[in-house]
C-alpha cells in the first residue's frame, strides 16, 4: 500500500489560478467548486470530434460532425420570433442550414456571403434539406485550415462561465495536477489486475483525450480511464457508509433480552398465520435486537408482503424490556394505516400505542408529548413530527422507519440521535424492492432482509394498458363491477407535482365520474384535504360504503380494502415503474380476480412502452425494481434527496455494477491495512456528504 499524499495541494482554494476573483469565485462555489481537486473531478459530460471534417453530402441526421463551408446566402427572420438562417456550400456541393434563435446583431454581421465557416452540431431534417441549430462555429481566416489535435471535452454548464472560460480554468488547474506517486490512493497490483490506469493519467485522459482516443467508449462511460475514476467514486461512497456504520456499532446499544410473552399472545390473536419469509425475518431481528451492538437492518418486501405485523413484534420486544418504540412514515395516511394496525393488534395486549403527527395540536399534543416522555407510550406513531424539537422520549429502544427513501438525510438522523439512553437500534423498512447492485452499494451500512413472498390468498393481478380514447368503455365497467358489489380506485396523475394542481385534477375527475356514475357513491381523496376528512373518506371506502374512489397518488402507499378488485390509473405513462407498481398494489388483496388499467395519452414514448409492457409481463417487484433501475437510473428509486446517490460524478450504478466485488474486497482491505488511506478516499469525493450517506 503505498503512502497516502499530503492533500495540501487538492485542497487549495481556486484563487490561486488566473482570473478567478471574488465574483468568478463565488460562481464556482454555488457549483461546490472550491478547490484545484474540484476542479480535476469536474469531468466532461460527453465529448465532441473536431479532429476531422464530414463533407455537407455525407451528413447523417441525428450524428454529430464537423462540417467547414462557405456562407452562400444570410437571412434575418422576425415572423413568429427572431431568428437568424446561414446557408453553407461545402465542395460537395450540397447545403447545410444553420439556424440560431438567439444570436446579437454584430453576430449576424459576421456571416457575410463568402466567409468561410467550420461549423460542429448535430444535423437534423429541415424545410431545405438538413439543419444545425446552434452549432458551435469559427469563422475562418484566409490561412487557417488546422484542425483539432484532441476530442474537446464538453462541462456540465455552470451558470453565470461560458464553456470556453471553464475549459481554460480546467486546464489551468491540471497544470497544478501532482506526480503520479503523490496522487495515487489506491494499491498498484489491483489496478494492474483490473487494467486500469492510474488516477493522474485518468484524469488527464478525460479532460484531454487523445485524437485517437476511443469516442464510443468516452461517450458510454466504458473507457478504462473513467472505469477507473468510477472504481475510486464507488469506493468512497462504500467506505463512508462502511465508516458510519463502524463508528456508529462503536456506540453500542442496549441489548433487547426480555421475554417473548407479548408476541406470543400477538401470533396467537393474529387471524392469520405468518409466512415462512416473515418468520425468517423476525427471526433476523430478533437475534439483532439481542446483540449489544445497534441494530441496522433494512426489510424490502412487495406491497402486501406483510412488513407492518414484523415491525410491530419487534416493537413488542422492545415493550418487554420496558422501553419504547416509535415507527415513522412520510405521509399521514400511511401513518394513520400504521397506527389503525398497531392500535388493533396491541392495545388488546395492554400495550399504550400514542399517535404524534403534524396535525395533533393544543392540548392533545402536549398530552402525547408527555405521554411520550414520561413512557407510558410504549408505541409511538407519526410523520417526521417526531423529530421536531420538544419531543423527548423516555427511553427509545427500536426506531422503525417505514419508506425511508421519502426522509431527507437529516431527518433520519434526527430520530436516531433521539435515544437519549443510547443509540436505539433502527429497522428500516420500504415496499420498494431494491435491486441488488443498488442495495450492495446504496445500502452498505445496512444489513438487508427481503419479505419475498406474499401471504396466502393473494391473487395475482391483471395489468392491461389501454388509450385514453377507450375512457367511456371503461366507466362501464367500473358501472357493472360496482353493481356486483365490488370497489374501485379511479387515481389521477399529473406531470406538476403541486398537491394544488393535483387535487384540481382530482376533483374535476370525481365530479365527471359522479355525474356519468349515478347509481354509484363516489369518494375523493387528495393531498390539500384535512387529515379528519381523508381518513372519514378511506374509513368509508374501506367499510363498502363507497363504490369507487378517485385519489391522486396520496393512497400509493397503506391503504388496505381487499374487496376493491378493480384499479384505473390515468396518464400512467407519466408514472415510473415502482410507482405504477406500488399504486397496483392497492388491489388483488383479497379471494377476488383483480385488474389494474393503465390509461394512457397516446402517442407513447418508447421508454413509457417499455414500462407499461414490464408491467403487464410481471408482477415481480424485484424484477420491477431491476427495470426500473435499468430505465431511470438509482436516484430516482432511492429518492434524489439521498446524499451522494443521486450525484455520482463518473460512477453509474447500473452501467458499472460489475465493479462492486472488486469495491466491497478493496473497501476491506483498506479498512483493515490503510484506514487513513480510507479516510482520503473519503474526503476526496465525498466530503462533508459522508456522515449522511448511511442515514
Known sequence: MSAAPSPALAETPLSVLAGVGPALREKLAARGLLTLQDLWLHLPRSYEDRTALT???????GVAAQVEGRVEAVERGFRYRPQLKVA????SRATLVLRFFHFRAAQAAQFAVGAR????????????????VHPGYTLLGAGEHALGEALDPVYPAIEGIGPASLRKLVLQALRHLPPEAALELLPE?????????????????????????DLAALQAGRHPAQRRLALEELLAHQLGLRRQRLALQAEGARALRGDERLVRQLRAALPFTLTGAQERVYAQLRADLRQPRPMLRLVQGDVG??????????????????????????TELLAEQHLANLRTWLQPLGVEVCWLAGKVTGKARAQALQAVA????????????????GVEFHDLALAIIDEQHRFGVHQRLALRDKGRRGVPHQLVMTATPIPRTLAMSAYADLDVSAIDELPPGRTPVTTIALSAERRPELVERIRAACAEGRQAYWVCTLIDDSDEVQAQAAQSTFEALQTVLPGVRVGLVHGRMKAAEKQATMRAFKDGALGLLVATTVIEVGVDVPNASLMVIENAERLGLAQLHQLRGRVGRGSVASTCVLLYQPPLSALARQRLDTLRQTNDGFVIAEKDLELRGPGELLGTRQTGLASFRMADLVRDADLLPQVH??????LGEAPDVAERIIARWVGGAARYAAA
Open 55 to 61: 463533407p455537407i453530402r455525407a451528413l447523417q441526421p
Open 665 to 670: 474486497a478493496l473497501a476491506d482491505r483498506l
Open 189 to 213: 497490483d489491483w489496478l494492474r489486475a483490473l487494467g486500469l490506469p492510474s488516477l493522474h493519467t485518468a484524469i488527464l485522459t478525460l479532460h484531454t483525450p487523445p485524437k485517437d482516443a
Open 374 to 389: 414520561s413512557g407510558a407510550a410504549q408505541v409511538v406513531v407519526g410523520t417526521h413530527a417526531l423529530m421536531q424539537e
Open 88 to 91: 453553407l456550400t461545402d465542395e
Open 305 to 330: 408482503s406483510g412488513k407492518t405485523v414484523v415491525a410491530a413484534l419487534a416493537a413488542l420486544l422492545a415493550v418487554a424490556d420496558g422501553r419504547q418504540a416509535a415507527l415513522m412514515a412520510p
Open 117 to 132: 465557416v467550420r461549423a460542429y452540431g448535430t444535423p437534423r431534417p429541415g424545410a431545405l434539406g438538413l439543419e444545425m
